[in-house]
């Protein structure tokens, strides 16, 4: 926790007191509760209108204890299962480790507590900024696995959790009902070493569309197993995604600080599951705290961007 104090003094703000706040002014929104549907089976419509309004919705208890512990069981195969270290073909028990026979790229690892992307042409250089990379423990290892795409391959429990009927019937409901999912990942923060992602937006087609909208980019389903905290889980700035494309530099500039005073923390319980629009400036510091946060990450796309959902037309413009 000492790089922890250190960063304060760079950044002249109280972590501690950050955090407490955020979660204050996150609890404070409308957008949590669980998936209410109407008599015909639709998501009722102030859940739709407070996901527009804000950008996110935290939805709860939507994994009941069997999803859980069966998301958590192959969470633990996967973790035991990872290379032994970046770059090792064998995982900690000398077997072939998961993803080396795999032709695609499938996982990012960072430096503990580090921030990989901040800063770089990462993304089509989204990712503008470098986050505070505090200083992990000696006993830390040299790299850590922070994302794995294409998590379904790898777990039966991520598939069917992708298929669970509440959220489809969300993504009908925000997406209309022509919709297709385009990721599968686990954002995997462990305990005092999980990587930054630095503040941005996701999406890289739509924003100079003519037609571009606040749903142009879809949105993003991010279930918790372990649930998260405001010290390890994502912030968003809520509204963000009607803003267009935001300019982080200026934005990080003006606070004079990379821990915006405008940012909210989503605060969740295992089993919860929150939407979060793409276009929302979202990001998340290092885990610094002892907590895990594993993030089961879900996307649906409007199949085709630029037509409005017809239940969502009318408060998805910018
Ligand atoms: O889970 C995180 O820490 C970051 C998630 C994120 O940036 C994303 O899903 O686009």
Redesign the pocket.
Same mark, same amino acid.
């Given at each position: 926790m000492d790089s922890v104090v250190a960063e304060q003094s760079i950044n002249r703000i109280d972590i501690a007191e950050y955090m407490a706040e955020g979660r204050s002014r996150a609890l404070a929104l409308d957008n949590r509760g669980p998936i209410r549907r109407t008599a015909s089976g639709a998501v009722e419509p102030d859940i739709l209108e407070a996901y527009w309004r804000h950008g996110f919705y935290v939805f709860e208890n939507v994994f009941g204890a069997q999803e859980l512990a069966d998301l958590e069981a192959d969470f633990e195969d996967i973790l035991e299962r990872l290379p032994a270290h970046k770059g090792a073909d064998v995982d900690s028990k000398g077997r072939p480790a998961l993803g080396v026979d795999c032709k695609g790229e499938n996982l990012y690892w960072s430096k503990p507590l580090g921030d990989p992307w901040g800063g770089t042409g990462f993304g089509q250089g989204r990712h503008a900024v470098k986050m505070d990379e505090p200083t992990p423990g000696q006993d830390a290892p040299e790299d850590v696995v =922070?994302?794995l795409i294409g998590s379904l391959q790898f777990s039966d429990a991520c598939l069917r959790a992708y298929g669970h009927p509440d959220l489809l019937a969300v993504s009908a409901a925000v997406n209309g009902e022509d919709f297709v999912p385009y990721?599968d /990942?686990l =954002?995997i923060?462990a305990p005092r070493l *999980?990587? !930054? %992602?630095a503040w @941005?937006q996701?999406g890289t087609t739509h924003w100079d569309s003519p037609d571009w909208h606040q749903g142009s980019h879809g949105f &993003?389903l991010?279930g918790q197993i372990y649930g998260c905290t405001p010290e390890n /889980? %994502?912030w968003v700035i809520p509204g963000s995604h009607k803003l267009g494309k935001v300019d982080i530099k200026a934005k990080t500039e003006a606070a004079g600080t990379t821990y915006l005073p405008d940012a909210v923390p989503m605060v969740c319980n295992p089993g919860d599951v929150v939407i !979060?629009n793409?276009q929302l400036l @979202? /990001? !998340?510091f290092a885990n610094t705290s002892d907590q895990w946060?594993v993030?089961v &990450?879900m *996307?649906c796309l409007p199949k085709n961007p630029s037509s409005a959902c017809a239940a969502a037309a009318s408060s998805r413009r910018r």
């Open positions: =922070f994302l990721t /990942g =954002f923060k *999980g990587a !930054s %992602v @941005h996701d &993003n991010m /889980g %994502v !979060s793409r @979202h /990001g !998340s946060r993030t &990450n *996307g």
